[in-house]
């Protein structure tokens, strides 16, 4: 019978000793070797399993006298050695068989997130990291949100992608900061909240009136007297005029008139409110609209030859209809 060496990968994302039944078997089977201390072994040791950790080596695995050896991978760095091993084993007459011990679950890779961070945090991490503060922080927080925000204007789902683990990024980075709670309290408020707000899913309760229930619940939690209390005044002028009518249009309470420029604005939202549109959104559509007729204008002119500030207003006029 030819000899045979089992892989058996596991995920170091998942607890240590949870492991399939395949898996369990396999390392029971044969001499169990590995890479390096894994927090696997003091499990197997309690399931009388003995690993012995030993060099990676393809000639170690490929000639061991043992019909059966065991190889527990131990992360990234055995992908190399698992290369060789399933290269070579054709030639030396060696059955390669892998097992997954653990599949990494959904989610998985946001610890991978937690544990960089950490690690550039702590010491011998990257200075710039360790030395920032929440306050330090900030202008990032709403710049990343702004480029994703692009990124779903633009259609990109790549920079899409990107750009959310950006945002991500700015979570965590918050999180490690934080003293008195972690990136753990942050996520299991979030999932408590998602929880309490959401009864016809989770409870039971009448999926009637999704939005009226969602408001009155984070009222009650919150203990707000106004229809006006959580709603962010750092955000753009413009939204945050939508916002304030629309919780004044909760109660039945008029928009009233306001004078000047301002006033005039807040028309116009009023306006784009009655029309079911986002004023935002409106005005980001037009101004992006005209960014792309400048910009063109602006490579037509040095086309030609031209430089755009050398133009009359009235060449721009035609430049720009």
């Known amino acids: 019978m030819a000899r ?13 000793g949870l492991l399939s039944w395949p898996a369990w078997q396999a390392l029971q089977s044969g001499p169990v070797l590995t890479g390096s201390a894994s927090p696997q072994l003091p499990f197997l040791r309690d399931a009388g399993v003995e690993v012995e950790v030993v060099e990676r080596s393809a000639d170690r695995l490929l000639d061991h006298p043992a019909e059966v050896v065991v190889w527990l991978t131990t992360g990234d760095e055995d992908a190399a050695l ?3 091993v399933g290269l070579r084993a054709v030639r030396s007459g060696v059955v390669v068989e892998q097992l997954h011990g653990s599949y990494d679950p959904p989610g998985a890779r946001l610890l991978d997130v937690v544990a960089v961070m950490d690690r550039l945090r702590s010491p011998g991490g990257c200075p710039w990291d360790a030395e920032q503060t929440h ?3 900030k202008p990032y927080l709403l710049e990343e949100a702004y480029e994703a925000y ?11 992608r990107e750009e959310l683990g950006d945002v991500l990024l700015q979570v965590v980075f918050h999180a490690r900061i934080a003293d008195g709670w972690s990136i753990d309290e942050v996520a299991g408020d979030l999932v408590d909240k998602l929880v309490r707000r959401h009864p016809h899913v989770f409870a039971g309760a009448s999926a009637d009136d999704l939005e009226g229930t969602w408001e009155a619940l984070k009222a009650a939690e919150k203990g707000r007297t106004s229809v006006t209390d959580g709603v962010p005044l750092g955000q753009p002028a413009l939204s945050l005029a939508h916002k304030l009518q629309k919780r004044a249009a ?5 928009i009233p008139p306001a ?12 306006r784009c409110r009655d029309a079911g549109l986002d004023p935002e959104v409106e005005l980001r559509s037009v101004a992006r609209a005209f960014r792309d007729r400048l910009a063109a204008a602006e490579a037509a002119v040095r086309a030609q030859g031209g430089e755009p500030g050398d133009l009359t207003p009235a060449e721009w006029a035609r430049l720009l209809p």
């Open 135 to 137: 306050e330090s922080l």
């Open 250 to 254: 909760r109660l039945g309470a008029p």
């Open 150 to 160: 692009q990124a779903l204007e633009d259609g990109n789902w790549t920079d899409l």
């Open 4 to 16: 045979r060496v089992v892989l058996v990968v596991v995920s170091p994302r998942v607890p240590p």
């Open 82 to 84: 698992v290369r060789e």
């Open 259 to 270: 004078e000047g420029l301002g006033g005039e604005l807040w028309e116009v939202v009023a």
